[in-house]
């Protein structure tokens, strides 16, 4: 299978599963091992998609609110921006993100002055 199973639904031992995630092809790793995580649907527990309501979008002003607030701690993601992404942009964002991050943080740091011997 791909990087995510998707368009329809797959038989799983005793109930449907929504999504199979193969990690490393979304990252384009090389490895003999992977790790799979299957999506199940449910109606119970926390939503695992932003649901687009206006209770939810001020909830999500909120906390979009703090999270600017909060140094040194970035937020990627469904939750992170309250839309829905298929989990390949996840990855794809969350690693933009930090290669964004360590440019800013390698353009602010200090240069050091090294005083040379004559």
Do not use: C, W
């Not at 790790?35 to 939503?47: C, F, I, N, R, V």
């Amino acid at each position: 299978m791909g990087a995510t199973g998707g368009g329809g639904e797959l038989s799983g031992r005793d109930r449907t599963v929504s999504r199979v995630t193969e990690y490393k092809h979304l990252t384009g790793q090389q490895a003999p091992n992977t790790s799979l995580t299957y999506e199940y649907p449910s109606a119970e527990g926390d939503p695992y998609y932003p649901i687009p309501r206006p209770e939810n979008k001020a909830l999500f002003k909120r906390y979009e609110a703090l999270a600017e607030a909060t140094k040194g701690v970035l937020f990627v993601g469904r939750l992170a921006t309250y839309r829905y992404y298929n989990m390949d942009q996840v990855v794809g964002q969350a690693l933009a993100t930090y290669r964004r991050h360590v440019a800013v943080e390698q353009a602010a740091a200090p240069v050091r002055a090294v005083a040379l011997a004559e």
